[in-house]
């Protein structure tokens, strides 16, 4: 049984994957990729936004490695400004040519045209703060800021401050039921989510991945709100970061201002006093609460009204979010609402003889309780001046942590670990526990 801290540094070090890189990388990357893979048995590819958060834990421990990182990811970035969600360093193991080729179908497909929440400008000044490189800073500041540049200029089609994603897969919260109405879906089921994603991805495939023409289809335009919230926090990290180089931030300062003040204007339905994504051209709202409910919380410039009554009546609402093991990826109160990821009944008859397919394509993020998004809602109450919430948050993600180990997701009333295990980004609770000082206490971690 080892302290959290030790457990968190074995884990990430245990995931590090580093290999020669070959091919086209914008002279961005260094002799050699390194990155954390977020589980070795499930997810061995380098993900955007998870890199960003392993970069954020693995700072405290390796700043060389937690550096390494962000360059591996940035040394992805398109001339565009353009980063990719998933990169895959190394080609799948098999046959050669067989293999080679699908690995360039999948990138022409999907892994090298979308993208993920843009946390890279929020990994890049914690890494700098913990290992005070400005050399590192000023290498890594033009592509962040390029990709920052792109989201703004690309994915606005409307011109309204906020940016759209193109998939579920770009939200990083694939099957929340907040997309069953814009993609069809009357009766959610994990087929189902695939079968209209791989259409989405043959259309854009289609008219040759140009996002102009992709947006302007309409199939799946979503100016999604958690997204847009933690570009809005990405962009004050900019704005903070540009004169630690002698760079004006006041592009960033002011861009982030709009984007903040465009989610307070268009997303917030002032008589449910809820925030909601919106979809299609005709600015729909996706009217199920879930966790991009709390995510406002991360705007500087959200009322204190606001603010109050998100906390009060929603983040520690008993029928909303409040449960034993806090906070769940979907409200209690919503019909979608699943604890688990084994939300639909097993197939009988003859698709029963296929059940390990349906089991290994679950549906996710539909009630199961996530690290990542509770590390944003406490930086978001400590930002509003409610260390009490933030505090006892963090006690209750690290009682989880400590009762089931490092997983995927939890069970939100029982704190059960599920998905994959030896997750890389459910170490976050570590930066948690620091924030209140609890990282201070060394703990037995569940193995």
């Not at 700098?128 to 792109?150: H, I, M, N, Q, V």
């Not at 089921?189 to 289609?206: D, F, V």
């Amino acid at each position: 049984m080892e302290s959290l801290h030790r457990a968190a540094e074995q884990l990430l070090l245990n995931n590090v994957r580093r290999g020669p890189h070959s091919g086209e990388n914008n002279g961005l990357l260094p002799r050699e990729y390194v990155y954390v893979c977020p589980s070795p048995s499930v997810y061995p590819h380098q993900w955007l936004w998870d890199s960003c958060f392993h970069a954020i834990v693995m700072a405290r421990y390796d700043g060389e490695l937690a550096k390494a990182e962000l360059e591996t990811v940035v040394a992805g970035v398109r001339a565009d400004g353009f980063i990719p969600h998933l990169t895959s360093w190394s080609a799948p193991p098999g046959i050669p040519g067989i293999g080679k080729a699908l690995h360039w179908l999948k990138g022409k497909l999907h892994h090298a045209n979308l993208t993920q929440p843009p946390v890279l400008a929020i990994a890049l000044e914690e890494v700098y703060e913990r290992t005070g490189d400005k050399a590192f800073l000023a290498r890594l500041l033009p592509a962040t800021k390029s990709y920052y540049r792109y989201l703004a200029s690309h994915r606005d089609p409307d011109a309204d401050w906020l940016v759209s994603i193109i998939s579920p897969l770009e939200s990083g919260m694939d099957h929340s039921p907040a997309y069953d109405e814009v993609l069809g879906m009357r009766k959610a089921s994990a087929l189902g989510y695939h079968a209209a994603n791989l259409k989405l991805l043959l259309k854009y495939a289609l008219v040759g991945w140009d996002i102009g023409r992709i947006l302007e289809t309409d199939f799946f335009s979503v100016e999604d709100l958690a997204f847009n919230c933690i570009y809005a926090s990405g962009l004050r990290a900019l704005a903070r970061l540009c004169p630690e180089v002698d760079e004006d931030g006041a592009e960033f300062a002011a861009l982030a201002s709009n984007v903040e003040n465009a989610i307070i204007a268009r997303c917030y339905d002032p008589d449910e006093r809820v925030f909601y994504s919106l979809y299609s051209k005709a600015d729909l709202k996706t009217r199920v609460m879930t966790v991009s409910s709390l995510m406002p919380l991360l705007l500087e410039d959200l009322p204190s009204g606001i603010v109050d009554h998100l906390i009060n009546s929603h983040l520690l609402g008993e029928n909303s979010f409040w449960t034993d093991y806090p906070v769940p990826s979907v409200s209690v109160g919503e019909e979608e609402f699943c604890p688990s990821s084994n939300c639909l009944s097993e197939p009988s008859g003859l698709l029963g003889k296929f059940r390990h397919l349906f089991n290994k394509y679950q549906m996710v993020w539909r009630g199961p309780t996530w690290i990542n998004t509770n590390w944003f809602i406490a930086r978001g109450l400590r930002l509003h001046g409610r260390d009490d919430i933030a505090d006892e948050l963090v006690s209750r993600t690290v009682k989880m942590v400590l009762k089931s180990g490092f997983w995927e997701f939890y069970n939100p009333f029982t704190g059960e670990g599920l998905g994959a295990p030896n997750f890389g980004w459910s170490t976050l609770a570590v930066d948690m526990a620091d924030s209140c000082g609890l990282g201070k206490v060394r703990f037995a971690v569940a193995s």
